[in-house]
């Protein structure tokens, strides 16, 4: 009796047009609704803040600094969610890693919409919240890992890298999405209304949205567990990667992720708070800047993830690091100056979503490509939560934190400029050709 050689769940040939389709969708609508949700409590950081942790007459700097530390501790519960869920997707199949952690992530982010806040249950509407926090990071950290892993095995021959790319459109349209009902519900309602109970309704919105997305899962074809899966064409069977090969596999997807992740939060997801409290700028024409940024994200992934197809993920990627590397600070500048004309900051931080866009178009199947299909959901997905763990989730703690104590406005510029810089000789690492080459 000879023993199952592993490879992919389901070889690229061997795959269904409608089952590739179905894929997509049921892959790319949990992403929608994860980056959704992590967009609005972004977005409405202030009044969450003042919510659950300001006490009155208590620091409205100090209650955004511990808003952003529940906001960080979510994304470093990120990597166990990727770890537990992925090990999970890896033997048991793709599908029910996918349905688990949809349920679980609109399950904590509709609770957030209905907790009491400071004012009603004093200390422990803080901790309640940190607590639904931490559930929605295990979850979106199981969600990149089986998403990716679906959406690239199932795509047809030459099209992985903007299969992949929709992982990451959805990610501009989810965040675009939470600008927007921020903007409409701050342009429709009174101060008192927003901090009283509108912030609520973004959040009770995740509930439908995540019925939707159970009932796409559910839909999907089911699966071989990797670990069981017998070698399909195009499969190159093998033993199970020794675990170093695989840590430092994760290591270095988290150098080439490094500048996506802090520069992709820094413009897109702090910017709103960071306009307010440094540069006195109102909570609508922040919102309007960040859908604007977020516009220019979304508008360029997926020309991007199809351009790496042709070219190579390595140029492409390389490209947009380098020109947020070296427009960071000058686009900064630009939004400071009090007396620049709208639509020239307008542009410049439609540009600079643009930049980190062509970083996450390819990015999904650059990540794909270093995993073999035994590891895959927990490689991939260890390497992009650690790198938004650490570069992301730290984002906006980080720099309100060191504004807050230097005075120094162009931190943001900084940081997003040095974190791509280091991801240019990370991304240098790749090879020209992964694009043309079969998944392992």
Known sequence: MTTPVPGPVRPPATVRPDDARRALVAGSVGNFIEWYEFGIYGYFATVIAAQFFTPEGGSEVEGLVKAYASFALAFFFRPVGAAVFGRFGDRAGRRPALVLVVCLMTGATAMIGLLPTY?????????????????????????????????????????????????????GLGLLAGASVAVVLASVLTTAQLYGWGWRVPFLLTLPLGLIALRLRLRLPPDAPPAAAPGGAGAEGGPRPRPGETVRAVVLGVGRMMGWSAAGYTLLVVMPSYLQSTLGTTFQRALLGTVLANLGFAASILPAGRLSDRIGRRTVMVAGALLVAVLALPLLHLVQDPGGPAYEKGAALFAAGAGVGLMAGPGPAMLAEMFPARVRCTGLGLAYALSNAVFSGCAGLIITE???????????????????????????????????????
């Open 402 to 440: 060191v504004v807050e104590r230097t005075g120094n406005l162009d931190v943001p510029g900084y940081y997003a400029a040095a974190t791509c810089a280091v991801s240019v000789a990370a991304l240098l690492t790749l090879r020209g050709d992964d694009h043309r080459r079969a998944l392992r």
């Open 119 to 171: 004012a009603s249950i004093g200390t422990a509407a803080p901790w309640l919240l940190t607590l639904l926090r931490i559930l929605q990071g295990l979850s979106a950290g199981g969600e990149f890992g089986g998403a990716v892993s679906v959406m690239t095995e199932c795509a047809p021959p030459g099209r992985r890298g903007l299969y992949g790319a929709w992982q990451s459109f959805t990610v």
